[in-house]
């Protein structure tokens, strides 16, 4: 029996990125906490050149180290959008970092580990290294939320998020087991191959599933797995909370629609009410318990939980068009997300952050620029045609539909009406309100950038829609090819 | 074969033995030795199985390090064991009545428990034969072949853990005076000592 090299070249993006964390570390190490800015540039580069890197893979699909990681064109879409949100997490964290004095050079290279986690999330093609991939993202973001130690709600949300994290790793970890006990393997390949061979599915097998996606509910933050997400969302640093908004839960959504459709593609039957469930709950939940909030980030926390829902509500029907609609989902969600938090990480008066809603009142005077900003975020949350947003709910409606998943889609078009309440109000203090505050200027030109670019994404996504069509339907044809 | 059921039994004895003493030795760095020893024995016990990999291992790490953490963590915190024990007779009868449970639990288990008939030719037989390769060998071959990937990335699970551990509790504290050898021993005499003369009477 002679050893075989792995064929590394299908993992190259993810090599790429531990090697450079790795080196990043070394050069924060000796040069200081001085050096965190060009730590931070290079980090960025690093993600970037990582996505290039991704990109560069091609199509068709490779399974490597046997068996443990698999790469195809959905593996190369997700990891874009995982990549590029994490770039944009870390120009969000640059100005606030050194203002809130816990400017240091960890912070992005844990990023940069936590999102070579992500990575191997979406790349698992087996439950051992779907369980090792979501560690490694998890242990890190558990340290980056609790990255301002010297506060005590930092420090709680990342207890918090450590605990509950833990006993959703374990929930996940016993919903694998039982898979292994009762499909006799591990691997996703082979578990797909017994179900599609008409193996006798055991009453015990179906629990582990049910496990497993409990688990994975839990990091996506669907209801009813999402009790922990306000307080961490809330109590993490803000550019902690734009990274855990947009990259982590890419990356999860991507291992689920993984999970349901690969190993378990035939179990339709099974996890189809599990997923119903789940969204429909996540939409209910996410539109009417937000109403009530005061804290912009906790707000955006049941918004994210919501968004999460109807994500949920593509992968129900369990068709390549519904796959198609969550990608696109995922992709614009992403963007409009990661402009929202650079408005919020924007709202300072006399260089204090400012975090309640009411602190908004009166931005269009104080600021047009920005409020003009977050009201096209917040359109486009709420769904409002021609936004972004409108056509990541549109594809996924219309997959619902086209399942005959009438009551899903229903429930989903009633809770975007009321979640539009919440947006809609937001705007409405910012236009109508009187100034409270006077919010200071955005002095900081990544910001900037940022909020250009996103604002611009969202505003114009409708001229040129084909490259994040044409890519999600590319990746959703991957996943039902084999 | 004498031999080896005596090694056997004396191993056996002296890991239950100090497995009892390590919970009631009154003596917390006494109860850490104990464990130690036991440990000792129970790398015995594999050896006798033909895991030599996993009985010096066993010693390495357990014995090595993590038996030494416990040392460490025992003789730092100053924990007060005969507190915490107080109310252990109170606590009693509630634990005995789990612990019924358990037993009771565990013997359903065993009591319906069937054995494959096949499992002593497999379990006699290891993949690949000892002939071949000795199992360090086949460990190896393993994680470092088969299970390459997981292999690298626990190890960088266990470096964020390691970064996150410092993060969070390394403080740098202002203030604190550090030797730095280079400028002690750069110090020149002109620098640091001034000659006076002083009048007797009047101080400097």
Redesign the interface.
């Known amino acids: 029996m002679t050893a075989v090299f792995p064929d590394i070249w299908p993992a190259l993006p993810e090599i790429f990125l531990a090697l450079s964390g790795v080196a990043l570390l070394m050069l924060g190490v000796f040069r200081g906490d001085g050096f965190t800015r060009p730590v931070s540039y290079l980090s960025i580069v690093c993600m970037l050149l990582a996505a290039i890197l991704a990109m560069g893979y091609g199509s068709g699909r490779v399974v490597t180290f046997n068996g443990m990681f698999v790469m195809d064109a959905f593996g190369v879409f997700m990891k874009v959008l995982v990549l590029v949100s994490a770039a944009f997490a870390v120009i969000l964290g640059l100005g606030f970092n050194e203002r809130e004095q816990m400017s240091r050079f960890e912070f992005p290279v844990l990023m940069i580990f936590a999102t070579l986690g992500m990575l191997m999330m979406v790349s698992a093609n087996d439950f051992i290294s779907l369980y090792v991939g979501l560690e490694t993202q998890s242990l890190a973001l558990y340290v980056i939320a609790a990255f301002r130690r010297d506060s005590g709600k930092s420090s709680e949300a990342g207890l918090k998020y450590f605990v509950l994290g833990s006993l959703s790793s374990g929930m996940l970890l016993y919903g694998a087991s039982l898979v292994y006990g009762f499909a006799g393997t591990t691997s996703f390949d082979k578990v797909a191959a017994l179900f599609a061979g008409g193996a006798h599915v055991s009453p015990g097998l179906v629990i582990g599933l049910v496990f497993v996606m409990a688990g994975l509910a839990f990091k996506v933050s669907a209801a009813p797995f999402h009790m922990w997400t306000p307080d961490v969302y809330e109590g993490a640093p803000t550019p902690v909370t734009a990274f855990f908004a947009a990259a982590p839960k890419v990356a999860a959504i991507a291992l689920l629609t993984r999970v349901v459709m690969e190993p378990f593609g035939h179990l339709a039957a099974q996890w189809h009410q599990v997923l119903v469930a789940t969204a429909i709950l996540s939409m209910v939940i996410g539109s009417f318990v937000a109403i009530m909030q005061t804290n912009i980030k906790r707000l955006m926390a049941y918004s994210s939980i919501g968004h999460v829902g109807y994500a949920l509500v593509g992968l129900t029907t369990g068709t390549q068009d519904g796959v198609r609609g969550v990608l696109i989902y995922m992709a614009l969600y992403i963007a409009m997300n990661i402009g929202a938090f650079a408005v919020i990480l924007s709202m300072k008066a006399k260089g204090q952050m400012l975090e309640e809603i009411k602190d908004f009142s009166g931005l269009s005077k104080t600021n047009p620029m920005l409020a003009a900003t977050m009201a096209i975020f917040m359109f486009s949350m709420a769904g409002i045609p021609p936004m972004a947003g409108f056509f990541g709910k549109l594809y996924v409606f219309l997959a619902a539909v086209a399942a005959q998943e009438y009551t899903l889609a229903v429930v989903g078009v009633l809770t975007s009406v009321v979640g539009a309440f919440y947006y809609l109000r937001i705007i409405k203090i910012m236009y109508f309100d009187e100034p409270a505050v006077v919010v200071d200027k955005v002095d900081d030109d990544g910001m900037t950038g940022v909020l250009v670019l996103t604002s611009l994404f969202t505003l114009l996504f409708f001229v040129a829609p084909a490259p994040i069509l044409n890519g999600a339907a590319a990746a959703a044809a991957a996943l039902f090819a084999g | 074969m004498i031999l080896q059921g005596i090694a056997f039994y004396v191993f056996a004895a002296l890991l239950v033995a100090s497995g009892v003493m390590v919970i009631s030795a009154r003596n917390p760095v006494h109860s850490v030795l104990f464990l130690i020893l036991a440990f000792f024995q129970a790398a015995g016990l594999c050896l006798l199985m033909g895991a030599e990999f996993i009985a010096m291992i066993l010693v390495i790490v357990y014995v090595g390090a993590v038996a030494v953490l416990f040392l460490f963590v025992v003789m730092m915190l100053d924990i007060n064991f005969r507190e915490l024990r107080k109310g252990a007779m109170e606590a009693l009868p509630l634990g005995a009545l789990v612990g019924l449970i358990l037993l009771a639990e565990l013997a359903a288990v065993v009591g319906g428990w069937i054995v494959a008939p096949n499992v002593a030719a497999i379990a006699g037989a290891p993949t690949?034969s000892i002939d071949q390769v000795s199992n360090t060998q086949a460990l190896g071959?393993l994680m470092y072949?088969?299970?390459?990937?997981?292999f690298?990335?626990?190890g960088?699970?266990l470096?964020?853990?390691m970064?996150?551990a410092?993060?969070?509790t390394l403080r740098h504290r202002p203030g604190v005076h550090k030797q730095n050898i280079g400028v002690q021993i750069a110090r020149r005499r002109e620098e640091v000592v001034a000659i006076r003369k002083v009048t007797t009477g009047e101080g400097v």
């Not at chain 2, 072949?145 to 997981?150: F, G, K, R």
Request: aromatic share 10%; net charge positive.
């Open positions: 690949p071959r072949t088969q299970y390459v990937y997981l690298q990335a626990s960088i699970v470096l964020i853990a970064i996150g410092i993060v969070l």
